[in-house]
């Protein structure tokens, strides 16, 4: 399976678009089992780019031949995102979309596709993968160093009300590919695989 995470940008931030793919491995019995997360692909939508011109590049990537039919698209719902999120799910895309309004809460909570979860979640779970070396990034693409940077980057700064501010440390820094890519990564690791497995039947 992969995973398109989607950070929308405002007027001042690029979008940014990752592909993951999921690898598991499979068991004698049971459903198989995660083993890591691969980025695939990596790109920032330039500034300026009318959000119906950007539904139509997701609809063309989510149907790419190696994609189409195993893709779940994740996108960031917080503040203009929600209609673009409406947007993206009349386009028939052919795929799951899920709703994610990024929070500065404690706990994750969800209604159907639209799910509200801690910013901090998210950049837990790339930050787990990380440790664990099961997060691979090819390194051919070209905004894979930009990626690196965000992350090298990233800092958890206690506020003097208590809360904790994640996101990119210094001046005019972008979080824009760490968050599409821990979009991607949050719902890859989170899917809930089927209960009797998947595949087709065997023969009698």
């Known amino acids: 399976m992969f995973y398109v995470g989607l950070d929308l940008g405002e007027k001042h931030d690029p979008s940014a678009i990752a592909v ?3 690898i598991e491995r499979g068991r004698p019995y049971g459903a198989p089992e995660f083993e890591e997360m691969r980025v695939r692909l990596l790109a920032r939508v330039p500034l300026g780019t009318p959000y119906p011109d950007l539904v139509d590049g997701v609809r063309e990537l989510v149907l790419h031949d190696e994609l189409r039919g195993q893709v779940t698209l994740v996108v960031d719902a917080t503040g203009v995102g929600a209609p ?3 947007m993206l799910r009349g386009a028939r895309l052919g795929c799951e979309v899920v709703a994610v309004t990024i929070t500065g809460g404690d706990k994750a909570s969800h209604q159907g596709q639209n799910w509200s979860v801690p910013k ?3 950049l837990a779970g790339v ?3 990380l ?3 099961r997060l691979r990034i090819a390194g051919e693409m070209p905004e894979a160093r930009w990626l690196i940077k965000e992350l090298v980057d990233m800092r ?3 506020r003097t009300s208590g809360r904790v501010r994640m996101g990119a440390d210094g001046f005019g820094e ?3 590919l760490v968050i ?3 979009l991607a990564v949050w719902r890859g690791r989170t899917r809930t695989p089927p209960v009797f497995g998947g595949g087709r039947l065997p023969g009698i």
């Open 120 to 122: 901090a979640d998210l």
């Open 127 to 129: 930050q787990v993968l």
């Open 174 to 176: 972008h979080d824009d």
């Open 84 to 86: 673009v999120v409406e």
């Open 156 to 158: 958890a700064r206690r």
């Open 180 to 182: 599409a890519v821990a």
């Open 20 to 22: 993951a793919e999921r």
């Open 131 to 133: 440790e664990e070396r």
